[in-house]
């Protein structure tokens, strides 16, 4: 699967083809790098990051959160 994405705030859709190909959404929101071996991506607000698969269809990521509790 490529390493695409779409910004749901600017309808801009973004793709990272190699390594050290760095993209953001026209907007700021969004941006994916490291093409398809690093497959990375960030979003300032993840309910605005979709993901584009080969095949055009829109995904909604899941965000695992971990969350750490120190006792005192
Ligand atoms: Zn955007």
Known sequence: MKN???CK?????????HLHDHVTCKCGEISVSGGVQEYNCSANDWGNFLRVDDLGNEIIV???????????
């Open 4 to 6: 695409r994405a779409k």
């Open 9 to 17: 705030l600017c309808q801009s859709i973004i793709e990272s083809f």
């Open 62 to 72: 899941k965000i695992k959160k971990v969350l750490r509790f120190y006792e005192i």
